[in-house]
Nanobody
Framework: HVQLVESGGGLVQPGGSLRLSCAPS????????MGWYRQAPGKQRELVAI???????NYLDSVKGRFTISRDNAKNTVDLQMNSLKPEDTAVYYCYALIDYRPYWGKGTLVTVSS
């Protein structure tokens, strides 16, 4: 039974930084895609950043230049380094992975940007 476990959320002041991490547990054969989505109160879930094997990375326009996604293929982990955080980045952040051709979601970690 595969699960995605996220860590690293919390409260940060505007302009600050946070690093989110995600690691799967369970038996895995292959992971083709790993990424992060977020959902703010009253809004739809949106893609923040994603790494697709053999295709590269993609970012939400509003986070380009501030967020960096990185994947460790040996450990099957994916991190999201978030710098210059803004109040509008406040949301629950969800890890996503396509593992053995099946989609998996983490339970989410709350990021709050506030002074």
């Amino acid at each position: 039974h595969v699960q995605l476990v996220e860590s690293g959320g919390g409260l940060v002041q505007p302009g600050g930084s946070l690093r989110l991490s995600c690691a799967p547990s369970g038996t895995i054969v292959s992971i083709s895609t790993m990424g992060w989505y977020r959902q703010a109160p009253g809004k739809q879930r949106e893609l923040v950043a994603i790494v697709v094997s053999n295709f590269g990375t993609n970012y939400l326009d509003s986070v380009k230049g501030r967020f960096t996604i990185s994947r460790d293929n040996a450990k099957n982990t994916v991190d999201l380094q978030m710098n210059s955080l803004k109040p509008e980045d406040t949301a629950v952040y969800y890890c996503y992975a396509l593992i053995d051709y099946r989609p998996y979601w983490g339970k989410g970690t709350l990021v709050t940007v506030s002074s």
